[in-house]
Every structure is written in C-alpha cells, then in structure tokens.
C-alpha cells in the first residue's frame, strides 16, 4: 500500500534509485581497490568509507522510499509528487561517492 494514494509509479524515481544504487557500488569498489593496493594513509581510507556508508545509507532510503510511495498496479508516468524528494536523495548520494572518489592521496605529494 503506497503512502499518499499515489496515482501510478514514476520513471524518474525509479531512475534516481538506480544512479544512487550505482554510485555506491562504484564507491564500495574504488574503496576496496584503494584498500588492497595499501597505497595510501588510512585516514583517507577512512574518509573514503564513511563517505561510500553515507552513499550507501541515502541509496537504501532512496529504495525504501521508492517502494513505499509508489503503487505498481497502475500507470507508470514520468514525474510525481515524490519525484522531487526521489532527486535531493539521489544527489546526496551521487555528491558523498564523487567526493570520496575524487579524494587524492596527500602522501604521494611530499
């Protein structure tokens, strides 16, 4: 049963649950690569993970919510009143991985 008598289920904010999804799972894997190769210190590794547990975090809301306010059984349609919400998560998501992806290694620089 969604929550708010939605009307249909959107394509945009089944769209932004993916690119959230996808973003984390690039992060996780930058993480573990970085992690592996022990190149590094391990506060920037620290720093990378947290960050991708915050993307992770905001793409497991991002579903949770995607479920909960959208009825299957009826039309899909592009936009609806959670699309908005469905946006801010996805980009949270999207803005914690490329901040943890782009994070360089200060100790190469000395």
Request: cysteine-free; glycine content about 8%.
């Amino acid at each position: 049963m969604p929550l708010a008598g939605a009307t249909g289920w959107s394509l945009v904010n089944l769209l932004m649950s993916l690119v959230a999804a996808i973003t984390t799972i690039l992060s996780f894997g930058i993480y573990l690569r970085r992690k592996s190769s022990k190149t590094g210190s391990s506060s920037k590794a620290n720093l990378l993970l947290a960050l991708s547990l915050g993307s992770a975090a905001a793409t497991v809301v991002s579903i949770i919510l995607f479920f909960l306010t959208q009825s299957f059984g009826k039309t899909m349609g592009l936009v609806d009143q959670w699309t908005v919400l469905h946006v801010v998560i996805a980009a949270i998501a999207v803005v914690l991985s490329i901040v943890g992806m782009t994070q360089k290694d200060q100790t190469a620089l000395n």
